[in-house]
């Protein structure tokens, strides 16, 4: 995405900033800029504009507002770039654990702006992927374990070796027009209806 593209969303409650932060990225390329200076209600007012990025500005601070930015940034699942005049080892930290994808410390000047954002949109996207895969592959060990769950009910009910009770599962699967984990899940949640004590 080109920069005129993005839709970006400034946070900064010190106005006189923002307008220099707004101007900056509007000089850097970035035509669709909106700025919120005011915190309440923020997680809301995000959602109703839907920005591609978001560039969080804070002057010095405290433990409760950043830990509220953090809180924010694990919702909205955006990139966002965090610029602070000043910061310490546990909120770099704390920053990285809530998935701010850049965390600029020394505040905003207007020539870092364009490389920062592309950063984080780049490192957000990364991110992003990573957690998606990871879930993909916990959701098939998932799958897996309900499968051998069902061979075991099949071998011990039927007597059938492992490599009869998967290939029962697959015609069942193939003859049902269905996956073999939803017939397997079937068959798990069968015969722990019928034997409660007995699936395990």
């Not at 000089?27 to 309440?40: K, L, N, P």
């Not at 702006?113 to 490192?123: C, D, E, G, Q, Y």
């Amino acid at each position: 995405m080109k920069p005129n593209e993005l839709n970006v969303l400034v946070i900064d409650e010190n106005r006189i900033r923002a307008a220099i932060i707004e101007e900056g990225l509007r000089d850097a390329g970035y035509d669709q800029v909106t700025v919120i200076d005011v915190m309440h209600g923020l997680a809301r007012r995000i959602a109703d504009l839907n920005p591609d990025i978001i560039v969080i500005d804070l002057e010095n601070p405290n433990r409760d507002m950043l830990e509220s930015m953090f809180q924010l940034s694990r919702a909205v699942k955006r990139p966002i770039a965090m610029f602070v005049d000043k910061s310490d080892e546990a909120s770099i930290e704390a920053a990285v654990e809530a998935g701010v994808s850049a965390y600029i410390v020394d505040g905003l000047k207007q020539e870092r702006v364009r490389p920062i954002l592309k950063m984080a949109i780049s490192r957000f996207n990364a991110f992003s992927r990573l957690s998606r895969e990871l879930e993909e592959t916990r959701g098939e060990l998932e799958n897996r374990k309900v499968i051998d769950r069902a061979k075991g009910l099949l071998m011990r009910s039927r007597g059938l070796s492992e490599e009869a009770a998967y290939a029962l599962l697959r015609r069942t699967a193939m003859n049902q027009n269905r996956k073999i984990v939803e017939i397997a899940q079937s068959l798990v949640t069968a015969a722990s209806l019928l034997d409660p004590g007995g699936t395990e």
